[in-house]
C-alpha cells in the first residue's frame, strides 16, 4: 500500500469516526465513555495522519 493511499484511508476512517462522535452525542443514550473512547481513537487516527505526512515531507 502505497503512503498516500494509506493516509487517504486514515483521513476516511477519520471522518467517519467524526460522524460517529457526533451522532453519539446527540444521542442521550450513548454512554459517556463510550463517546471519550471514540475521541481517543479519533485523535490516535489524526497523529498517525500527521506523523505520516510530516514523514513524507
Do not use: C, F, G, Y
Not at 500500500?1 to 452525542?25: G, I, R, W
Amino acid at each position: 500500500m502505497s503512503l498516500s493511499s494509506h493516509l487517504t484511508e486514515l483521513k476516511k476512517k477519520h471522518e467517519h469516526l467524526s460522524m460517529e462522535v457526533e451522532q453519539a452525542q446527540r444521542s442521550p443514550s450513548t454512554d459517556d465513555l463510550e463517546i471519550a473512547a471514540m475521541k481517543k481513537q479519533k485523535l490516535k487516527l489524526k497523529e498517525e495522519i500527521t506523523r505520516l505526512t510530516a514523514e513524507a515531507v
